[in-house]
């Protein structure tokens, strides 16, 4: 168990729809950070948050958003969904601390959502 | 921005036999070189990582070299055995916490008994 935990576990929508996947980083985690792996592909980088601010995109669609909360638990929300975005969620966290003399960024995943969409 | 090639995509050896994935990496700041093992449907799993004041690093059967020199790093496996069957990815970051690491394409290795 890495300390990550995401919600749901897996989630059945429709097209057209409108999701949101939660995340809770471990435990004095600052950064959080949002991947999408679809069938047998590799891990596609989305969206990075850092102490409630976003630091570093990716290939984000512009159909999705997330944001990071005071608490630090971050979302993602995934609107107009298309059968293409059907895939395996996966949000990471890591210490990240700015400044640090050492790298602070190993990543520790969550289980993951599964969104299967219809 | 990183980019980071890894190869091979797929690799079959047999149980015992040691297995090699390479990646290389654009970005000369990294410094930072984290290794991932992900079986079927379950999370990314850290299974060693490399800074880039050291060019070798081991965990019983596991070890990774850094060439910066080069800019390729690799993570090696001896005495394979099945359960090391899984997809594995490499990554470069250069910390700070402002930068996003950039994983590679995954190598999906199998370990034939």
């Known amino acids: 168990d890495s300390g990550v935990t995401q919600t749901p576990k897996h989630l059945i929508t429709a097209t057209g729809q409108r999701v949101t996947l939660r995340c809770s980083p471990r435990?004095?985690?600052?950064?959080v950070y949002w991947y999408q792996q679809s069938l047998d592909q590799g891990l596609q980088f989305l969206i990075q948050?850092?102490?409630?601010?976003?630091?570093a995109k990716g290939n984000i669609l512009e159909r999705f958003s997330a944001q990071q909360f005071p608490d630090l638990h971050s979302e993602l929300n995934l609107s107009s969904l298309e059968l293409g975005d059907s895939a395996l969620y996966f949000c990471?966290?890591?210490?990240?601390?700015?400044?640090?003399?050492?790298?602070?960024?190993?990543?520790?995943f969550g289980p993951g959502t599964r969104l299967t969409v219809l | 921005g990183e980019n980071v090639e890894q190869h091979p995509s797929t690799l079959s050896v047999q149980e015992g036999d040691s297995a090699v994935i390479k990646c290389t990496y654009s970005?000369?700041?990294?410094?930072?070189f984290p290794w991932y093992k992900q079986e079927l449907g379950k999370r990314p799993q850290l299974i060693i990582d490399?800074?880039?004041n050291v060019g070798e690093k081991k965990d019983q059967r596991i070890a990774v070299t850094l060439n910066k020199t080069a800019k390729h790093f690799s993570l090696h496996i001896t005495e394979t055995q099945p359960e090391d069957s899984a997809v594995y990815f490499c990554?470069?970051?250069w910390g700070g916490g402002y930068q996003k690491v950039t994983f590679g394409t995954g190598t999906k290795l199998q370990v034939i008994p």
């Open positions: 990554a470069a970051s």
């Open positions: 435990s004095g985690d600052l950064s």
């Open positions: 990471a966290s890591s210490v990240s601390l700015a400044g640090a003399r050492t790298n602070t960024d190993t990543q520790y």
């Open positions: 948050y850092y102490n409630g601010e976003e630091r």
């Open positions: 490399i800074r880039s």
């Open positions: 970005d000369s700041a990294s410094n930072y």
